[in-house]
Nanobody, 116 residues
Framework: QVQLVESGGGLVQPGGSLRLSCAAS????????MGWYRQAPGLERELVAT???????NYADSVKGRFTISRDNVKNMVYLQMTGLKPEDTAIYYC??????????WGQGTQVTVSS
């Protein structure tokens, strides 16, 4: 079993920065894909960024150049550094672990609100 716990959300002004953290525990495998998703009110959950253990990353076009995902395989942590935040980035952000492209584990989510 896998547990994911996010932290670091909050209220920030447009143009500001936040760093989200995700602590993974349980049976973490070296080839698990880790990532961040987000869901805004009334919208579908969408991919933000993913990272494999080797460090290769993938980003949604809407966050490229502004967000950076990173991973500490020793501590089983995943981070999302968000800069240049916009009101449209407001959402609940979820940590995800994907195994074998078929099994998904989710955290409880952390709220990010971008507003002046």
């Amino acid at each position: 079993q896998v547990q994911l716990v996010e932290s670091g959300g909050g209220l920030v002004q447009p143009g500001g920065s936040l760093r989200l953290s995700c602590a993974a525990s349980g049976n973490i495998l070296s080839n698990d894909l880790m990532g961040w998703y987000r869901q805004a009110p009334g919208l579908e959950r969408e991919l933000v960024a993913t990272i494999i253990s080797g460090g290769n990353t993938n980003y949604a076009d809407s966050v490229k150049g502004r967000f950076t995902i990173s991973r500490d395989n020793v501590k089983n942590m995943v981070y999302l550094q968000m800069t240049g935040l916009k009101p449209e980035d407001t959402a609940i952000y979820y940590c995800n672990l994907n195994r074998w492209k078929s099994v998904n584990y989710w955290g409880q989510g952390t709220q990010v609100t971008v507003s002046s």
